[in-house]
C-alpha cells in the first residue's frame, strides 16, 4: 500500500506535489493541535483529581480530630435556642416586625444537614426600607448570633434617580444552625 501511494506522489506533477504535501502539513497540524489540546484538558484533569483526593485524604486522615471538634462546638451551643427552617422564618419575621419593617418578603429556603448539623437559609427581601430601620433590624439579627447569621447581602436605592429619597432596597440570605437531636 505505502508503494502505491507513494507511485502514486512521484507520478504527479510539481505543483501538485506541493499542494499535496501543503494539505497533508495543514492536516497533520490541526490533528497535533486538537491532541496536545485534549491532553493539556487531560493533565489538568488529573492535577485536579489529584488535589482533590489528596484533601480528602487529609480530612479522612484527621477524621477525629474533626469529629471532635464538632462534638465540641455542638456542646457550645443551646440546643433549645437552634433554629429550624420554620423557626427560623418566625424568627426573623418578628424580628423585622420589631425593627419596623413593613414591605418584606421571604423567598426559598434550604435545608442542608451533615449529621450533628443542620443548616437552613432563607431568602429575605425588603423593599423601600429607611436605613436607620434596616440598620436596627440587622443589628437585632447579629444579637441573635451565632443562631442566626447574613450570609449575602446586597443593597440598592430604591429610586435611581431620586437620590435624596432614603429608601433602600435590601436582599440577603440569612441561615441558621440547628443542632440535630439524635433520639436514643
Given at each position: 500500500?505505502?508503494?502505491?501511494?507513494?507511485?502514486?506522489?512521484?507520478?504527479?506533477?510539481?505543483?501538485?506535489?506541493?499542494?499535496?504535501?501543503?494539505?497533508?502539513?495543514?492536516?497533520?497540524?490541526?490533528?497535533?493541535s486538537s491532541a496536545a489540546g485534549r491532553a493539556g484538558r487531560f493533565v489538568a484533569e488529573t492535577q485536579s483529581t489529584s488535589v482533590t483526593?489528596?484533601?480528602?485524604?487529609k480530612?479522612?486522615?484527621?477524621?477525629?480530630?474533626?469529629?471532635?471538634?464538632?462534638?465540641?462546638?455542638?456542646?457550645?451551643?443551646d440546643p433549645t435556642q437552634t433554629l429550624d427552617g420554620t423557626r427560623?422564618?418566625?424568627?426573623?419575621?418578628?424580628?423585622?416586625?420589631?425593627?419596623?419593617l413593613r414591605n418584606y418578603s421571604t423567598g426559598?429556603?434550604?435545608?442542608?444537614?451533615?449529621?450533628?448539623?443542620a443548616v437552613h437559609t432563607l431568602q429575605f427581601t425588603v423593599v423601600r426600607a429607611p436605613w436607620s430601620v434596616l440598620k436596627g433590624f440587622c443589628v437585632a439579627l447579629q444579637q441573635r448570633s451565632p443562631y442566626i447569621g447574613i450570609e449575602q447581602f446586597s443593597v440598592a436605592a430604591a429610586d435611581r434617580g431620586n437620590s435624596s429619597v432614603d429608601a433602600l432596597n435590601v436582599s440577603m440570605k440569612v441561615s441558621s444552625v440547628e443542632v440535630v437531636r439524635r433520639e436514643p
Open positions: 500500500m505505502i508503494a502505491t501511494i507513494r507511485a502514486f506522489f512521484l507520478s504527479r506533477l510539481l505543483r501538485e506535489k506541493v499542494l499535496i504535501l501543503a494539505l497533508v502539513v495543514i492536516v497533520v497540524a490541526l490533528w497535533l483526593l489528596a484533601q480528602q485524604s480530612w479522612l486522615a484527621n477524621k477525629d480530630a474533626v469529629e471532635k471538634a464538632a462534638q465540641k462546638a455542638a456542646n457550645r451551643f427560623l422564618l418566625a424568627a426573623v419575621s418578628a424580628i423585622a416586625r420589631d425593627a419596623g426559598s429556603s434550604e435545608d442542608l444537614s451533615t449529621g450533628q448539623f
